[in-house]
């Protein structure tokens, strides 16, 4: 029985997969994006996971793709036509959303970003921040009618830790975690505390400022890989929901079978 979906979302640092059974998740992996991957290696690498998984192949009744990085993006395309047979829907422009975007050209905003608004929408039916720890931090603003209205982007995380260990010379790569106590007594503590504080006071702030601007208090809603280490900071995250841009997906996937 065909009753099985395949979400693919192609991040810049990280490709996250989950299958989907109905409503219900029932696996999901993270793997390392690879811009120069082919067709055939993205094949023999899912179908790897699948059979990892206990998931039967011939159980996928479609595969549904979100993808920042442009060279992917066809190789998907190909590996989903010829490793399963099954035409990709691809998360873009011309697709049925179910939400009005009101970017002042609405091709430029990332596929993901429209899969975490769409699935925070359909959750919780208010107005909404959707911010997405990843590669870079994004922050998305959805009106309580259901409007995409556009947002904010900010450098991610591990982009700041990557940028102190090369371009300061004696700071050392620290792994994330939260520090023991806000004022540092050692390097490591220190660029922890500055990260995690740092990045918990930018939410909030920016959360704030949207709030005065829409003239209303928004519900605030994290995902991404990063999400956990700062949601707990920040006073304005009320859910955190890893799962968010996969369940947009299938949610984009299901709109766009209707007749």
Known sequence: ????????????????LGIFRGTKITSRWRIRSDRDRTADEYGHLIKDLLRGGGVDESSLRGICVS??????????????????????LMVGPGMKTGMPILYDNPREVGADRIANAVAAYERFREALVVIDFGTAITF???????????????PGIQISLDALFLKAAKLPRVELEKPPKIVGRDTISSIQSGIIYGYAGLVDSIVDRIDAEMGVKAMVVATGGL????????RRVSEVIPDLTLEGLRILWERNQEK
Do not use: H, W
Not at 67 to 88: N, W
């Open 1 to 16: 029985m065909k009753d099985l979906l395949l979400c693919i979302d192609v991040g810049n640092t990280q490709t996250v």
């Open 67 to 88: 993808s920042v990085v442009p060279p992917a993006r066809q190789a998907l395309i190909d590996m989903s036509m010829t490793q399963f047979d099954l035409v990709p």
């Open 140 to 154: 998305d603003v959805i009106s309580a009618a259901g409007e995409y209205l556009g947002g904010v982007i900010f």
């Open 227 to 234: 999400a956990g280490c700062i949601s707990g900071e920040a």
